[in-house]
């Protein structure tokens, strides 16, 4: 088995750890994570919901996406870190924000999506594989 994910908000009342490796990792240029991080692509790793352990208490925003899905988006009640996102395509699925990892270095993409809508200034790498908008379901690895 792999080593674990782990990985906290900012003022460290929720903690998490994922004992199954990702299932993808990409950045996410949607409107909706552009707000998320600070007008940046967000950066993402897909786990399976079912290896998660959380330790404290989320609270979640539900909203409609761009692609259609009803997504619910967690983060910490007490310092405001966005941490984790669900779709309603996939249940099964957990996104978390790489910038909670403890080891940020995991965060690295191996994918762009929704480069249709990144601002003419934003970055890809062209070395990987990019969707101008939400690419199909990913399987479990």
Known sequence: MTEPVTGRCFCG???FRFNQPPVAKRACWCRDCQ??????????????????????EVCDYVSLSD???TMRRSFCPHCGTPLFSASSSRP???V??????????????EGFIW??????????????PSCPN???PIAAR
Do not use: C, H
């Open 35 to 56: 707000y998320l991080s600070a007008g940046n692509a967000s950066i993402n790793l897909i786990f399976p919901l079912a290896s998660r352990e959380l330790e404290g």
């Open 67 to 69: 692609g259609g899905n």
């Open 115 to 128: 480069t249709a809508s990144a601002p003419s200034w934003g970055l890809t790498d062209t070395d990987v």
């Open 134 to 136: 939400q690419p199909p």
């Open 96 to 109: 978390v924000r790489a910038g909670a990892l403890d080891d940020r270095e995991l965060g690295k993409p």
């Open 92 to 94: 099964d699925m957990v």
């Open 13 to 15: 009342s929720i903690r």
